[in-house]
C-alpha cells in the first residue's frame, strides 16, 4: 500500500515536472512569436475582419505564417481559392511532423491524438522532438503542455494586436525573433558532430536561403526535404564502420 | 464570407497535421524511411532560421540582418556544439544579443 501511494507519488513530481520543463522549454518560442501575433491580429482588422473572427482565425486555423498570408492575400482581393491553395503549401511542412511524430502517436486514444494533432506547430514539434532524444521517450504529456503553452500566447498576442495594434507598430524592430533563431540552434548544433545531420543542417540552410525570395510560401518544406534527402543519400562513417565490422 | 475562409483554412491546417495520426492510414514507415524522417527536424528547424539571418536578394547579393544577430547566433552555435544546456544557451545568446542591439550599434 505504502508502495503504491509513494509510486503515484512519484508519478504526479515527474509529471508536475514534466509539465513545468514544458513550459520552460516553449517559452523563448512564445516570446519569439509576440510580435506575429500582434501583426497578424492588426491586420486582420485592418483587411476588414471584426474582432471575433480576428480571434477566432487564432482559435481554430492557430498557424501564424498561413494565416498572416491569407490576411495579406485577401487584403490585396485575391480569391478564396488562391488563399486556400496557398495555405495548403504553407501548412504542408506540417505533413513531415505528422509523419514523423506518427510512430510515437498511432497507439494513443482518438482524443489524444485530436488534441496533438491540433496542437502540431513548428514551435511544439521542435520542443518535443529535442525532449524525445533527450529522455529517449516521447511524452504526450509532454507535447500537450507545451502546445497548449503555445496556443496561449499565440492567443493572447492575437488579442493584444486586435485590441491595441496601432501602439506596437515598432514591436517588429525589436528583434524577438532572434529568440528562435537562437532556440533552433541549441537544439540542433549539439549534434553536428553527426555527419549526416551535419549535411542535412548545411544543405537545408543553404536551400532556405536561396529559395526564401523565390517561393515564399513553400520553402521551408522544399528546403526540409533537400537537406533530409541530401543526409539519406551521404555516406554515413559510422553506419560503414558498423558494416565493415559485421562483414 | 470571412466565416467561410476561417472554416476552410481551419480544415486544411488541421488535415495537414493530423493525417498521419488518423488510423485512417495503415501504412508505417520502414527502417529506411525511419532513418529519412529523423532528419526532419534538423532540417525544417534550420529551414526556419537560416532566412532570419541571411538574405538573399535573389540575384547574387546576400546580407546579413545585422551583426548583432550574427554576433549572438555564432555564440550560440559554439555554445550548443560543445553541448552547453540548451537554456543557457538562448540565455546567454539572446542577452548578448540585446547588449549588441541596444548598447553597441
Known sequence: MTQIRSQASACRTSNSSLTRRAILDTMPLSLAVIPWGVLTGALAIEAGFSAIQAQLMSLIVFAGAAQLSAITLLAAGSSFASIFASTVVISSRHLLYSITFRQHVEALPLRLRLVIGFLLTDEMFAVSQAHTMRSGNFSALFAIVSGATFYFCWNISTLLGIIAGEYFSDLDSMGLDFAIVATFIAMTFAELRNYPILVAVLMSGLTAVLLQPLLSDSYIVIAALVGMSCAYICPDPQAMAELKVSS | ?105
Do not use: C
Open chain 2, 1 to 105: 464570407m470571412i466565416w467561410l475562409l476561417l472554416l476552410g483554412m481551419a480544415l486544411i491546417t488541421f488535415a495537414n497535421r493530423y493525417l498521419f495520426f488518423s488510423a485512417v492510414i495503415t501504412y508505417s514507415p520502414g527502417p529506411k524511411f525511419k532513418r529519412f524522417l529523423s532528419y526532419s527536424s534538423y532540417s525544417v528547424l534550420t529551414a526556419i532560421w537560416a532566412p532570419i539571418i541571411f538574405h538573399f536578394d535573389g540575384q547574387r547579393e546576400f546580407q546579413l540582418a545585422g551583426f548583432d544577430y550574427f554576433l549572438a547566433a555564432a555564440l550560440a552555435g559554439i555554445l550548443s556544439f560543445y553541448r552547453v544546456a540548451s537554456i543557457v544557451v538562448v540565455l546567454l545568446s539572446t542577452t548578448l544579443f540585446f547588449v549588441i542591439r541596444f548598447y553597441l550599434l
